[in-house]
């Protein structure tokens, strides 16, 4: 069946662009989680979306990024004013549901370059 | 801040060897543990996890890992890897009072040659 799908795969933009970042979940899965992963370091968890509650944004790193998630559907992750710092790959992973006991299924993730 | 640790960053092995990789957490509570694997060219799978109950856990592929709560470590073992274990490896912890979020180390490359 479809996994987790992220578009692009791979994007390259300049400095001070915005970029927009894709996620469609498995569908029927109400949680929906971006992480990101920097050249030698592990995953680090950005945001989080449940149904239709409100998101748990704690893992953000500034105001230039932000998300949304039209119901239990499609994602976006939306970072403006690129800095080079931004450059890692981003991965969206969902599950049937919250609370750890669902396992989390990962797309292939984004590779975002900034020159 | 929790943190996890996975202190073999590189580990090389001939096929048949056995596998030990290490996995330590910060966090005196109760926790969701997790092993991720991510081979070559393909996206994040689970490969096991533990939530409660017997401590040795067994996973896909002969993998098994081993909480023990007195070290705070879950490290990830098979007995004899094959060529098709090349991947990296991730560890993942999940804490009791934020189930919204996993949090993970920062990876052990596998290489096993023939």
């Known amino acids: 069946g479809a996994g987790v799908s992220q578009s692009p795969s791979n994007k390259v933009t300049e400095k001070g662009k915005d970029v927009e970042l894709r996620c469609d979940p498995i569908?029927?899965?109400?949680?929906l989680y971006w992480y990101r992963q920097r050249l030698g370091q592990g995953l680090e968890f950005l945001i989080y979306?449940?149904?239709?509650?409100?998101?748990?944004k704690s893992g953000l790193p500034s105001d230039r990024f932000s998300a949304e998630r039209t119901g239990e559907s499609v994602s976006t992750l939306t970072i403006q004013r690129t800095q080079q710092e931004d450059s890692a790959v981003y991965l969206c992973?969902?599950?049937?549901?919250?609370?750890?006991?669902?396992?989390?299924?990962f797309g292939d993730g984004t590779r975002l370059s900034i020159l | 801040a929790q943190s996890v640790s996975q202190h073999n960053h590189h580990v090389i092995l001939s096929e048949a060897a056995s596998l030990e990789l290490g996995c330590n957490y910060s966090?005196?509570?109760?926790?969701?543990l997790f092993w991720y694997v991510q081979y070559p060219g393909q996206h994040l799978q689970l490969l096991l996890k533990y939530f409660s109950g017997d401590p040795l856990v067994k996973g896909i592929k002969g993998f098994e890992a081993e909480f023990i709560k007195s070290k705070f470590s879950f490290n990830l073992r098979k007995p004899s890897v094959q060529w098709s274990d090349t991947a990296e490896y991730f560890c993942a912890v999940m804490l009791s009072y934020n189930t919204d979020k996993l949090i993970f180390g920062t990876g052990t490359r596998l290489q096993v040659f023939p």
């Open positions: 966090y005196g509570g109760t926790v969701n």
């Open positions: 992973a969902s599950s049937l549901d919250a609370g750890g006991n669902q396992p989390q299924h």
């Open positions: 569908s029927g899965h109400t949680a």
């Open positions: 979306f449940q149904g239709n509650s409100a998101p748990d």
